[in-house]
C-alpha cells in the first residue's frame, strides 16, 4: 500500500530538484564561468539528493540547458560548435549572407516555438526580455539577446534545426557586423528589439504561429536595415 505514496514522493523531490536547479541557473551571469559547481557541492547548496540532482541535469541537457565534457565538468548553454568548422565558414562569408540566412531560418524556428514551446521555454525568453532591458552596458545586452534567439530556436524542438542555428549563430558572433553598434554605453529604452522581442515572445506564448513567423522576420530586416546603415556611415 505504501509503493504508490513512495513513487510520488520520488516524483515530487525530483520536480523539486528540477526546479531549483532551473533557478539556479537562471540567476547565473551569461559573461561570467558557466561552468556549474561539482555534484556534491551543488547538491548541497540547492538541498536535494545527489541523486535526484542527476535526473535534473539530464533533463536540462536533453533540453540543451546544459552540456557536459567528460574530464571537465557540466557547462551552462549549448554545446559549442567546432571551432575549425566556424573559422573555415566565417572565412569564406561575409554580412550580407549571414543576415539572409537568419532572415531564412530563425523564423521558421519561432513559427515551430509557437507550435512546441514548454512552459520553461516561455520562462526563459521572458528572463531574457527582463535582463536585456536591464543590461548595463551592450556585452550584456548582447549575451542576453543571444541567450532569447536561442531560447526560441531551443522551443522549436528540433534536434537538427537547433544545430543549423548554433552554428549560423556562431559565425554571426565572428563577423564584423556584429561589432558595429552607436556609440552610447548600453542600448536606450526605446532600442527597437526591445518591442520585437516583446512580440516574439508574445506571438510564441499565444500561439500564434503566423504572428510568430512575421514577428521574427520583421525584427531580423529591422536588425539588417540598421546594420547597413551604420556599415554605410562607417564606410
Known amino acids: 500500500m505504501d509503493q504508490p505514496v513512495d513513487r510520488l514522493a520520488e516524483k515530487q523531490s525530483y520536480h523539486a530538484a528540477l526546479t531549483q536547479l532551473r533557478a539556479f541557473i537562471a540567476q547565473q551571469d551569461p559573461d561570467g564561468d558557466t561552468r556549474l559547481p561539482p555534484e556534491r557541492e551543488l547538491s548541497d547548496s540547492l538541498g536535494?539528493?545527489?541523486?535526484?540532482?542527476?535526473?535534473?541535469?539530464?533533463?536540462?541537457?536533453?533540453e540543451g540547458h546544459l552540456w557536459r565534457h567528460v574530464g571537465r565538468g557540466t557547462f551552462i548553454g549549448q554545446r559549442p560548435v567546432d571551432e575549425n568548422d566556424i573559422g573555415t565558414l566565417t572565412s569564406r562569408t561575409n554580412p550580407?549572407?549571414?543576415?539572409?540566412?537568419r532572415i531564412l531560418l530563425e523564423p521558421i524556428l519561432a513559427?515551430?516555438?509557437?507550435?512546441?514551446?514548454?512552459?520553461?521555454?516561455?520562462a526563459e525568453m521572458r528572463l531574457c526580455l527582463k535582463q536585456s532591458r536591464q543590461a548595463e552596458n551592450w556585452?550584456?545586452?548582447?549575451s542576453w539577446d543571444n541567450r532569447f534567439h536561442r531560447a526560441v530556436a531551443q522551443a522549436a524542438r528540433n534536434t537538427l534545426m537547433v544545430g543549423l542555428f548554433d552554428t549560423l549563430n556562431a559565425v554571426r558572433r565572428a563577423v564584423v557586423w556584429g561589432r558595429l553598434?552607436?556609440?552610447?554605453?548600453?542600448p536606450e529604452p526605446d532600442h527597437h528589439s526591445f518591442a520585437e522581442?516583446?512580440?516574439?515572445?508574445?506571438?510564441?506564448?499565444?500561439?500564434?504561429?503566423?504572428?510568430?513567423?512575421?514577428?521574427?522576420?520583421?525584427?531580423?530586416?529591422?536588425?539588417?536595415?540598421?546594420?547597413?546603415?551604420?556599415?554605410?556611415?562607417?564606410?
Not at 556585452?139 to 548582447?142: A, D, F, G, L
Not at 553598434?181 to 548600453?186: E, M, P, S, T
Not at 506571438?203 to 513567423?213: K, L, Q, S, T, Y
Open 139 to 142: 556585452r550584456q545586452y548582447e
Open 111 to 122: 513559427r515551430e516555438a509557437a507550435l512546441n514551446a514548454t512552459a520553461a521555454d516561455i
Open 48 to 62: 536535494v539528493s545527489r541523486g535526484e540532482l542527476r535526473k535534473a541535469l539530464a533533463i536540462l541537457e536533453s
Open 197 to 235: 522581442h516583446e512580440a516574439i515572445c508574445g506571438a510564441i506564448e499565444m500561439r500564434d504561429v503566423e504572428e510568430a513567423e512575421r514577428a521574427m522576420r520583421k525584427h531580423l530586416e529591422s536588425v539588417e536595415r540598421k546594420l547597413q546603415r551604420r556599415a554605410a556611415e562607417r564606410g
Open 181 to 186: 553598434r552607436l556609440n552610447a554605453k548600453a
Open 96 to 101: 550580407g549572407e549571414v543576415m539572409r540566412a
